[in-house]
């Protein structure tokens, strides 16, 4: 018999939430085989099997939060008989419960209930041994989250609020008008951090334009060969990170952060490029973008990208970014104010490209123009440098020569 248990996952996660289990009660699984997904703050984790043999039990449901070292799964011997698979999957037992005894139908409604309401492992425990209904208690977490402290208030309630379950029902009656969804550990996450970052920085944003004429008749010039060369696309992403990386190293403090009264200056290039997944936000980074050329970054990007969408990001595909560069033109976006990505103090934002009549000299002309935003946090970076910052991106990315010929 082997336990499965959730592994160490970063220095920062504690817990993850259970994702999907990929084996079920009854299957066989092989070492080093898949068997559950975790979802954490930052990325999905798939946890192996350490034994061969047959999973005979799941100690956590889908959408339960589990904690680091905790035993969610046990694996037995290969022909050793499943156990309590009716925890897991309540309403597929239902039939064989009915036959065993009058009012079965009641247990596995209300243990199908209880299996779809978020709360902490000893919660669970502690209502199990009590013979509670979790989806019958009400949590003091705003995210509704069950604890165990919740468990034992709803036990030491008068006997007269039992009538209160009910109420939960009628406040998200499904009449049509309200569709009632939890949110994903990972948006729950993004809503917080973007919140502190709201609530703990001095956040201004300057914007710019960029005539997007040069890069855009170079980059169809080259893109035949840049691919023939390289297998890779030509895009813009690779011209506005050598012009972020470029700008970053003549405005230092735009590549920093705060910590605690001091200001830790980094002399590191590793830019986040911000991708969009069914989950949510995701800000992977090019390392050492710096010292990587037009292919390398392109290439960097589309791995990032491919990896995001199939949640195989890993940690250290996350941690230890720079700057950020957000692209919510691929959307549409004419202009907005992006805001910072954790401890960084910038944060560039590129939008659609639209023609627009434009002064050129002392005549007007039609040209492809791009807003550009750069979010910054006042108690670090001063006016001065960050339209300075900006300017200096809009001349690179004007003159794109420049760009490759010192890349």
Known sequence: MAEIIVPELAESITEGTIAKWLK??????????????????????????????????????????????????????????????????????????????????AAAEETSSSDRTIASPAARKLAREKGIDLAAVSPVDPMGRVRAQDVAAHTNAPKAQPAAPAAPAAASKDDGRITRQKMTRRRQTIAKRLLEVKQSTAMLTTFNEIDMTNVMALRSRKKDQFFDQNDVRLGFMSFFTKAVVAALKKYPYVNAEIDGDEVLLKNYFDIGIAVSTEGGLVVPNVVDADRKNFAEIEASIGELAKKARDNKLTIADMTGGSFTITNGGVFGSLLSTPILNGTQVGILGMHTIQKRPIAVGDNIEIRPMMYVALSYDHRVIDGKDSVGFLKMVKELIENPEDLLLGS
């Open 24 to 105: 079920q009660p009854g299957e066989n699984v092989d070492k080093g085989e898949f068997i559950v997904e975790l979802e954490t703050d930052k990325v999905n984790v798939e946890v192996i099997s350490e034994e061969a043999g047959v999973v005979s039990e799941l100690l956590a449901a889908e959408g339960d939060t589990v904690e680091v070292g905790q035993v969610i799964a046990i694996v037995g011997s290969a022909g050793a008989p499943a156990q309590q698979a009716p925890k897991v999957e309540p309403a597929a037992q239902a039939p064989a419960q009915t036959e065993q005894a009058a009012p079965a139908p």
